[in-house]
Nanobody, 124 residues
Framework: QVQLVASGGGLVQAGGSLRLSCVAY????????MGWFRQASGDGQEFVAY????????YYASSVKGRFTISRDNAKNTTYLQMNTLKPEDTAVYYCAATSRVGVTISINDYDYWGQGAQVTVSS
């Protein structure tokens, strides 16, 4: 079992920045690749970003590429999502998730464990 605890959400003006963190507890962190998803009110979950077990490989949704950066610190069992140049349409609950699947995956069905979510609100 793995428990994921996300933090760092909040309210920010358009053009601002936030950094989300996700700490993993339980099984060795490097077993899992990590992803971030988001869910806006009334919508389904949307893939945001992926980072491989080593941190060497990343992948982004086109809507956030160039603005968001995913990373991980395996010594701290932590994954980060740095969000810059935020837009009102980035407003959502953000979830971190862990997958044991090999290779990049953007499907929510491929992720084994999920954090509790962090609210990000971007005002115009």
């Amino acid at each position: 079992q793995v428990q994921l605890v996300a933090s760092g959400g909040g309210l920010v003006q358009a053009g601002g920045s936030l950094r989300l963190s996700c700490v993993a507890y339980g099984r060795p962190f490097t077993i899992y690749a990590m992803g971030w998803f988001r869910q806006a009110s009334g919508d389904g979950q949307e893939f945001v970003a992926y980072v491989s077990r080593s941190g060497a490989a990343t992948y982004y949704a086109s809507s956030v590429k160039g603005r968001f950066t995913i990373s991980r610190d395996n010594a701290k069992n932590t994954t980060y999502l740095q969000m810059n140049t935020l837009k009102p349409e980035d407003t959502a609950v953000y979830y971190c998730a862990a997958t044991s699947r090999v290779g990049v995956t953007i499907s929510i069905n491929d992720y084994d464990y999920w954090g509790q979510g962090a609210q990000v609100t971007v005002s115009s």
